[in-house]
């Protein structure tokens, strides 16, 4: 299998421009996680779906960021409109189930202007 | 509110020592602890799985052992090598989420 696959890598971006993510998850796996990695706050949980279906979105910060999983192979992660601070690196996280290992995705760099 | 500290923040060693990083958890009630590890620039890889009813998990030159009751977890890697430098972190389960530590650099110097 080819693991996590996110794109894209790396994104640069204009403050106030609208930022969209994608994950691709493990082939098979049921839950499907959406993390931020800042050097200030290390990596916090955004989102996480279960069979499709948002659990809990307590992690997202604002109203601007918003996930949809419309099926199990693809989830995205949209910032509307983007700012400065939400420069960070996104991680993607497949797991069998809610309360399985975590295979993470390599991440998307995203720095806002 | 569950709060996972690991000590040292960073630790450089020479090649060959075996070594312990340290994770602690405020709260008990969890269901797994996993560490990973984190290259720079690059995603996390899973490392061992602990869930609560175990007390240690090994693979290769790693172990790691899990003490609920007293809100700790410790990966000792044994013969430590250059490759091993990363950032290691833990995490632990509760309610069906993950709260990560802020890592540990770690340096093995040739």
């Known amino acids: 299998d080819a693991g996590v696959i996110q794109s894209p890598r790396h994104e640069v971006t204009e403050m106030g421009q609208e930022v969209t993510l994608r994950c691709k998850p493990i082939s098979g796996h049921n839950s499907l996680f959406w993390y931020r990695q800042t050097m200030m706050r290390g990596l916090e949980l955004l989102i996480y779906?279960?069979?499709?279906?948002?659990?809990?979105d307590s992690g997202m910060p604002e109203d601007r960021f918003s996930a949809k999983m419309p099926n199990a192979s693809f989830s995205t992660l949209k910032i509307q409109p983007s700012e400065p601070r939400d420069s960070a690196v996104y991680f993607c996280?497949?797991?069998?189930?809610?309360?399985?290992?975590?295979?993470f995705g390599p991440g998307t760099r995203l720095t806002v202007l | 509110k569950q709060e996972v500290t690991q000590i040292p923040a960073a630790l450089s060693v020479p090649e060959g020592e075996n070594l312990v990083l340290n994770c602690s958890f405020t709260d008990s009630a969890i269901y797994n602890l996993q560490w990973f590890r984190q290259d720079p620039g690059k995603g996390l890889t899973s490392l061992l799985l602990i869930q609560s009813s175990q007390r240690e998990q090994t693979s290769g030159r790693l172990n790691a052992s899990l003490d609920k009751s007293s809100g700790r977890s410790t990966l000792y890697i044994a013969a430590s090598q250059p490759g091993d430098s990363a950032t290691y972190l833990c995490?632990?389960?509760?309610?069906?989420?993950?709260?990560f530590g802020t890592g540990t650099r770690l340096k093995v110097l040739a």
């Open positions: 996280a497949s797991s069998l189930n809610q309360r399985y290992e975590q295979f």
């Open positions: 779906f279960n069979n499709n279906v948002p659990i809990d």
């Open positions: 995490a632990v389960e509760g309610t069906y989420k993950y709260i």
